[in-house]
């Protein structure tokens, strides 16, 4: 419309001039018609110029030109200067209207500029309009320099521009400036424009500006780089400095990403997005700047180019990705346009090029892009069943990439990095886990050539990759036990990769990946292996000094878990990984001591373990290689681990001239670990050594190695100016290797060192007896620290005891003699400084002494119960020690004057401990005292007078222990629940409530436990010995009072806490079957059976046998691994020396179905029991079929109902005829259930053995065919199912044809079912029931051959390749009815493992049947018969005929080398260009963006529903109408509107009408040539299928209740309706609307498509 006024106005005026100045004479703010409409008066004016026309009829006329530069300078500037202002203090409420309007205005007035420029006859006014701009632009940022920071005063003074009004300017006057007289001026814009658009990385925070980024990038730099070859030039040297570009040198950081000086990533893709067009042209497709010899910069010709967009492809930001691949897609299509050949060279020479074309490879290359871009697009989507099918495509790439014939890369391996590093860091892990491991399958599938940035691939992204422990869960149809996939994939890369390198790549390679290892937090799992994969590379010396300590850090990061097992198992793995690859001329016996230090001995490096021997067997082979130890003494040049080891004792032993022996710190206890380790080392390889010759000469070294040793040790007792220091590390060195052959794994037969060791020791006892005793007894230990001395001592008097009872020597009574020295005078200490008024620091400590002095005493009484201990006299300790004041609370002490201060802020911080381990040390001292009285101790207070003088009253000392549990802390309780185990069972009777509080005082303690590892399980276990003691059961069954409720209220915490926390219900189910079975104490009293109380606590058995929860991912993760470790026995150290835990949740099971087969069917007590136990599991298991009447496989409900069958299967030969025909019923009723598959096959195996063992309940089975075809339905394939093992069922019966004939009659009934798998079932047992027919010869059945033998023959023979065929093979296959014996495979492998294996139960409800021999804790007679399968059963698959077609054409797609066709969605946008203007209008963006924008507009302001809303945006926006019209704009915010329309609000126009507005505005686009077009049922309505559309539309939707209220029906032009061919009346609104909208859309192409 502008236009043409404009048109008009040129036509009616003879003078120009006073056209522009009447146009210019506008009230603020103008109108944007007018501005537009002097912008085509101006335009036509330059039009009339250029083609000679016009009413001057020549060039532009001075005065033409005078009012042009006043038109520019006078109204067009200050215009854009308003316009700034206005903006400026515009608010956030201002409708979309007025924003709209004021950038038409912006865009009139750039175009008008543009056009004075040319108009005003001369450069000048371009030069100073893009002078001002300039100035303005480099205003709204900081400043560079002194030189911008002058420039901006004048600006900020007058009132600039904005930068959306200078780049405006900018973009309008850029095309007038001259190259060369203002190629400086074009060099900075270009300069500006550059430093807007990347931001300045040293002081911009990320994010900063982003929209004055986007406007330079998409309005301004297209327009410079369009302007002249020297601006685009300008550009291109500020993205690539010209020194830069010609060195082709990157700093290595930036192979994965941007160079530290390099603009952000982001940023400069946005940059070179704007100017593609110019830096990459495709030939043909016109928007040249210049002639055509001007060439511009060759932008795939630069290394940094191509890094940046490989940077981009990887890039976090989606968008920023997406201007990557368009800048790929661009150049390849550039370079495929020109056809020349083109290269761009690596940072190094010999590496392959970056990018390089070839016209006569141009079919491969392009085959090559489309593939990689493709894969890269795929990968946006996150969805693995998209990407799957595109994988083989990545295999393609390599056969493109790598040339077979020369063995090299023709394109750079970093292109395919860039894939494998999206799929890694992709949130679908699934996705992440292929990636993975298909990376891990090149150098074993590829035989790829050595790759540069390979090695810092792996180490960088493939490592963080790596470190997320939930990919190395196994996969579908791997074993339990067995490694996991992932890690079997990286063991065998890292081995190939590793052995395709050089020795010093090797060593560097390896070094760094062992770095990587320790610059993180690793879980258990990642770390286990990572370490196993290093643990199998083949040896080879690559690794010195550093490489040794860098496993020492990742031993160190392994501490961190808590997963014993997997620590213990990762230290072998490294340790293994030193030994293959450690360089031993590199590096000393010393270096190897400290690492093995990071070892520790109870996880992983115990004496006697393959471990030890393999390190033994290296050091022998090595001994003469290490470095030189330069702490050998008098010895130069290398030494033998002998000689280093007898050095590294006599440095040990040598202790400071200038301790003196008065009191001073314990030393450290690493030394006298690491040289006990290296002595027993020495000494294996010693005898490893002579292990076919003498072992005197072992013997000698040994003797050589500890001769300072057991020197110093004999004189401990006589030479009493030996050095304070020097005993003690003396002590330290002989508990640790007493305590290291001790180990658990470290006992072997004919232990020649140990043997030696011993018997060194055994010479020393004396002294160092006489040494201890005198240190504990003459008061010299009087300071805090010297507690830790005390506890040496006694640690070390411990260990000689048990030492002299394996010898038992009959001249040991010395030892004994200082034990009863040590008592009495302990005995003596404590009474007199009982009398002490005022606590001193050394009195007190004195105190602690004596009393942790009596607590050993008294556990080394308890342990050897066989000495005659009154010949100790223990008479008068058990008198001293029942007159304990319990729970005494010492004072602290005064600090005294002698101490130094920093022994006295030691005293006073560390006071309460001392204090907690003086009652702690109490309590064992009675626990001893309980022990061996308790039988002694009655239940009634009264009779407890004769007793008074050994034990104090039972209920004194029950209350003095509920006291105990509130000052003890938590790691001290133990002896409180030793004594309260043998109190309570006592007390029960008289002091309920007594015993109450106390089960309720312990459970708050172990609750509080229950976060920690260490001490956690030591006191659950005192817990259930004491609340869940023998006596404490019986008694509380017996009264059935509060504390019968409250222990099974325990039972259920308990059961609780096992579901999230592993291995808790097992102790306490292992605790109580054994105390069931085998009383814990033969010296127990009790009036009835133990097992009498078994039947009271039913529930804990019930809920036992059917435990298991349903593991979290991370917890079956860990089940997993710990299976795989536990599974690899002695060939993993760490399984011989950790304890075995029984933790495991399986164990939970296997212990109640263990004691449920001990019990004796022929023992009241016994029978009364397993049948309680089985009526209570058929109950459980109805509840769970009522609960849901439809539970899903695998579900909760399903595995428990799974679980109860296999018990009740487990108790059956228990089970008497009287009992069976109490629970028949409840057995048939079960099978009338739909129940899962692995349940079904349970319970006809169970009647199967029931009407074998008693063919009485035959009858009651027939009349479970008898019911109605509602209650039968398809539950009637279960007993089917039953008959088809007929010939199992009859062999106790000796006539046999009755039965036979009830059984074909039955059958032949089913045949004729309309269902088919009941046919198939009733066939299958008819089959199975004629052939024991024919073979008895039944002659009554001769009427009935002709019938089932053509029948049966029939079904053999269809025709045909149907499913019915296939399904009657099938079920005659499946091994229910093919293999399995219902007697010869009864077992417990069976029950547990194999039937739930072939059920495809899953993974986590196998038990295997190594889990019931491993489980040692209730042990079952070797000669038990249920352990094994006696048929080829247990070797099966599964392959269940039902779901046999599952996944069979998945399984040929995944093998199929490469798709034909894939999934890809529709991009909708030419090129793929991307999002480079935000701020731009939606016209102009679709512009942009070469998107196809119709006349349509789509009206839904009658539409109140968001979905509906959000649905009818995506679809306006994906064909393309100009505008949708809605009732609210807020209805975008709507999240169900977000949903639906996947953000196309951001690209479609939306107009917000409110329904009282629509009839004025279906009048205005009236006028404006619009069609109203209604949607609407209507009597005059157009059937959609005949109605042509205008190009100019409008579509009126209806209400999604209501459609068109009939006042709007008026003003429509037309009414269409969809033509209905069904019942339901009408289509939902969105549907109806898409559907207009394709009709549209598809007339509108149909027409384009003719007028081409």
Request: some cysteine.
């Amino acid at each position: 419309m502008e236009r043409v006024l404009a048109e008009a106005l040129l036509s009616q005026s003879q003078d120009p001039r006073g056209l522009l100045r009447a146009l210019c004479v506008w009230e603020p703010p103008p109108s944007a018609e007018r501005v537009e409409t002097l912008r085509f008066l101006l335009q036509r004016l330059e039009e009339q110029q250029e083609g000679g026309g016009g009413t001057s009829a020549g060039p532009a006329a001075p005065l033409l030109q005078e009012a042009v530069r006043e038109v520019a300078a006078g109204h067009l500037v200050p215009l854009l200067r308003s316009l700034r202002a206005r903006r400026a203090g515009a608010t956030d409420g201002d409708p979309s209207g007025p924003r709209d309007r004021r950038r038409r205005v912006l865009r009139a007035a750039g175009g008008a500029l543009r056009s004075c420029a040319r108009l005003a006859g001369g450069p000048q006014l371009a030069a100073g309009l893009a002078d001002e701009a300039l100035l303005d632009l480099l205003g709204r940022r900081p400043a560079a320099g002194p030189e911008e920071e002058e420039a901006r005063a004048a600006p900020g003074q007058r009132g600039g521009l904005g930068i959306e009004e200078a780049v405006e300017v900018l973009v309008a006057v850029a095309p007038c400036l001259r190259p060369c007289e203002d190629r400086a001026l074009l060099e900075r814009v270009a300069r500006a424009a550059l430093a807007v658009a990347l931001g300045d990385e040293e002081n911009e925070e990320p994010g900063a500006d982003e929209g004055a980024a986007a406007l330079v990038a998409g309005r301004l730099l297209p327009a410079v780089g369009r302007s002249s070859a020297v601006a685009l030039r300008a550009l291109w040297d500020g993205l690539v400095p010209p020194e830069q570009e010609a060195e082709k040198e990157e700093p290595e950081s930036g192979r994965w990403g941007p160079v530290p000086h390099e603009p952000r990533v982001a940023r400069l893709l946005l940059v070179l997005s704007a100017l593609a067009e110019r830096l990459l042209p495709i030939p043909g497709t016109g928007g040249a700047w210049g002639a055509p010899e001007e060439e511009g910069p060759e932008a795939w010709r630069s290394p940094r180019f191509w890094r940046a967009v490989q940077a981009g492809l990887v890039h976090t930001d989606g968008l920023t990705r997406k201007r990557a691949r368009y800048l790929l897609q661009r150049a390849v299509e550039a370079s495929a346009g020109r056809g020349a050949e083109c290269s761009c060279g690596a940072r190094d020479a010999n590496e392959p090029n970056l990018f390089w074309w070839s016209d006569k490879k141009k079919e491969q290359l392009l085959k090559f892009w489309e593939n990689y871009i493709l894969i890269m697009e795929t990968l946006e989507g996150n969805q693995i069943h998209v990407i799957k099918p595109v994988l083989p495509k990545l295999d393609s790439l390599f056969d493109y990439a790598v040339s077979e014939e020369k063995e090299c890369w023709l394109l750079h391996p970093s292109w395919h990095m860039c894939i494998y590093k999206r799929m890694f860091e992709s949130e679908n892990k699934t996705l992440t886990k292929e990636g993975i491991i298909h990376f891990l399958e090149l150098y074993e599938t590829k035989g790829l050539p050595g790759a540069p940035g390979f090695s810092e691939f792996i180490i960088g992204p493939l490592m963080e990759a790596l470190s997320e422990s939930s990919l190395y869960g196994r996969s579908p149809g791997h074993k339990i036990g067995t490694c996991s996939p992932l890690g079997m994939k990286l063991q065998t890369f890292l081995v190939t990769y590793v052995s395709l390198l050089s020795e010093d790549v090797k060593s560097s390679f390896l070094l760094k990946f062992i770095k990587k290892m320790t610059s993180r937090h690793w879980c258990a799992v990642p770390i286990l292996f990572l370490s196993r994969a290093l643990a199998h590379i083949p040896p080879c010396k690559v690794l010195g000094v550093e490489g040794l300590l860098a496993l020492r850090d990742v031993l160190q990061c392994t501490m961190i878990t808590h997963q014993i097992l997997l620590r213990g198992a990762a230290q072998c793995y490294l340790l293994q990984t030193a030994m293959n690859l450690i360089d031993v001329e590199k590096v000393s016996f010393s270096d190897v001591s400290n690492f093995l230090m990071s070892l520790r001995q109870e996880e992983s490096l115990g004496r006697g373990t393959t471990l030890w021997t393999e390190l033994c067997d290296w050091l022998r082979i090595n001994e003469n290689y290490f470095e030189e130890v330069s702490s050998c003494i008098g010895f130069s040049g290398r030494c033998s681990l002998n000689v280093y080891v007898q050095n590294l004792v006599q440095d040990y032993i040598k202790s400071s001239t200038m301790e003196t022996g008065g009191n001073c710190f314990m030393p450290d206890w690493y030394e006298a670990k690491l040289v006990a380790l290296m002595i027993l080392l020495a000494a294996d390889v010693e005898e490893m050594k002579n292990k076919y010759s003498e072992r005197k000469k072992t013997q000698n070294e040994l003797k050589a190695a500890l001769h300072p040793l057991m020197d110093v040790l004999m004189k401990l007792g006589t030479n009493v100016y030996i050095p304070l220091l020097k005993t003690d590390r003396c002590l330290q060195l002989l508990l640790k290797l007493l305590q290291m052959c001790s180990l658990k794994g470290s006992l072997t037969p004919d232990d020649g060192v140990l043997t030696l060791l011993q018997n060194s020791v055994m010479s020393t006892t004396e002294s160092i007896s006489e040494f201890i005793v005198r240190r504990l007894t003459t008061n010299e230990l009087s300071t805090v620290s010297d507690l830790e001395r005390c506890h040496l001592y006694l640690t070390m008097l411990s260990e000689l005891v048990n030492l002299h009872g394996k010898f038992g020597r009959k001249n040991s009574d010395s030892i004994w003699r200082f034990i009863a020295l040590l008592k009495n005078a302990s005995m003596l200490h404590l009474q007199n400084l009982n009398s002490e008024k005022e606590p001193k620091l050394g009195v007190q400590i004195q105190k602690v002494v004596s009393m942790a002095c009596l607590a050993v005493v008294c556990r080394i009484f308890s342990q050897k119960s066989d000495l005659h201990l009154d010949a100790l006299d223990t008479g008068i300790l058990e008198k001293f020690i029942s007159s304990f004041h319990l729970n005494q609370i010492m004072r602290k002490p005064h600090a005294e004057e002698q101490n130094s201060l920093f022994e006295e802020s030691s005293s006073s911080q560390g006071w309460g401990r001392v204090v907690a381990q003086y009652i702690h040390d109490q309590w064992l001292c009675l626990s001893f005292l309980l022990n061996k009285y308790h039988t002694l101790i009655p239940a009634i207070e009264s009779e407890m007078e004769p007793f008074l003088h050994v034990v104090p009253k039972p209920v004194d000392i029950l209350q003095a222990a509920l006291e105990a549990l509130t000052i003890l802390p938590s790691d001290q309780v133990v002896p409180v629940f030793h004594c309260m185990k043998i109190l309570v069972p006592k007390l029960l009777y008289s002091s309920e409530s007594l015993c109450i509080e106390s089960f309720d005082m312990a459970w708050k303690v172990i609750y509080s436990l229950s976060n920690t590892q260490l001490i956690f399980w030591s006191n659950l276990k005192a817990f259930v010995q004491f609340v869940f003691d023998i006596g404490v059961l019986t008694i509380a069954a017996r009264i059935k009072g509060q504390a019968y409720s409250k222990i099974k209220e325990i039972i259920y915490k308990i059961i609780e806490m096992s579901t999230t926390k592993t291995g808790v219900l097992n102790i306490l189910i292992s605790y109580c079957c054994r105390s069931w079975i085998v009383p814990p104490s033969a010296d127990l009293v009790l009036s009835q059976d133990p097992f009498s109380s078994a039947r009271d606590y039913i529930e804990l058995v019930i809920e036992s046998c059917v435990f298991g929860t349903v593991f979290r991912r991370d917890q079956r993760l860990i089940q997993d691994v710990h299976a795989f470790i536990e599974n690899l026995g002695h060939e993993c150290a760490a399984n011989v020396v950790t304890e075995n835990t029984n933790r495991d949740d399986h164990y939970v099971r296997v212990c109640a179905i263990k004691f449920l087969c001990l019990l004796d069917g022929s023992n009241i007590s016994h029978k009364m029991f397993i049948e309680d136990l089985a009526i209570k599991l058929l109950d459980k298991d109805e509840l769970v079929s009522r609960s849901r009447t439809r539970y899903y496989v695998n579900s909760l409900q399903h595995r428990v109902k799974n679980r109860v069958w296999q018990t009740l299967l487990v108790l059956f030969p228990k089970f008497d005829q009287n009992f069976l025909d109490q629970i028949i019923g409840k057995i048939f009723e079960a099978g009338f259930i739909n129940n899962q598959a692995s349940i079904k096959y349970l319970i006809e195996w169970i009647i199967i053995l029931i009407l074998h063992k008693f063919p009485q309940f035959l009858a009651k089975f027939w009349n479970c065919f008898g019911y109605g075809e509602e209650k039968l339905k398809m539950s009637i394939c279960t007993f089917l199912s039953v008959l088809s093992h007929l010939d199992i069922i009859i062999q106790n019966i000796s006539e046999m044809k009755p039965v036979l004939k009830q059984a074909l009659t039955v059958v032949l009934q089913w045949c004729f079912n309309h269902n088919f798998s009941v046919r198939l079932y009733a066939l299958l047992a008819l089959k199975k029931i004629w052939a024991m027919c024919k073979t008895l010869h039944v002659e009554e059945f001769d009427a009935l051959t002709a019938i089932i033998e053509s029948s049966l023959h029939q079904v053999e023979n269809m025709h045909g390749a149907g499913n019915a065929k296939k399904n009657w093979q099938r079920i005659q296959e499946h091994f229910f009815f093919a293999t399995f014996h219902p007697l010869k495979d009864y077992s417990l492998e069976t029950i547990f493992y194999t039937l739930p294996r072939l059920s495809e139960l899953v993974e986590d409800e196998w038990i295997t049947i190594g889990k019931f021999i491993k489980f040692n804790d209730i042990p079952i007679d070797s000669e038990f018969q249920w352990y094994l399968s006696q048929t080829e059963l247990r070797e099966l698959k599964p392959s269940d005929w039902s779901q046999q077609d599952i996944g069979s054409n998945s399984v040929e797609g995944d093998n199929q080398l490469e798709w034909i066709d894939v999934q890809k969605k529709m991009i909708p946008w030419k090129n793929n260009v991307p999002d480079l203007d935000l701020d731009l209008v939606f016209q102009d963006r679709a512009a942009k963006f070469g998107k196809s924008i119709s006349r349509l507009i789509v009206v839904a302001s009658l539409i109140d529903k968001p979905t509906n809303l959000g649905g009818l945006c995506r679809t306006c926006e994906i064909f393309g109408a100009s505008a949708l019209v809605v009732g609210s704009l807020h209805y975008i915010n709507d999240k169900q509107f977000q949903h639906l329309s996947v953000s196309a609000e951001q690209w479609l126009p939306l107009v917000e009408v409110k329904p009282l507005q629509l009839v004025d505005y279906l009048q205005k686009k009236k006028t404006e040539g619009y069609t109203t077009i209604g949607v609407e049922q209507t009597a005059k309505s157009s059937d959609l299928t005949e109605y042509c559309f205008p190009e100019k539309s409008l579509l009126l939707l209806g209400n999604e209740r209501e459609g068109i209220p009939a006042n709007l029906i008026q003003h429509l032009d037309v009414c269409v309706e969809i033509p209905q061919h069904g019942i339901i009346r009408s289509l939902n609104v969105h549907v109806s609307g898409a559907l207009l909208i394709w009709e549209y859309t598809r007339q509108q192409i149909i027409k384009q498509r003719d007028a081409k």
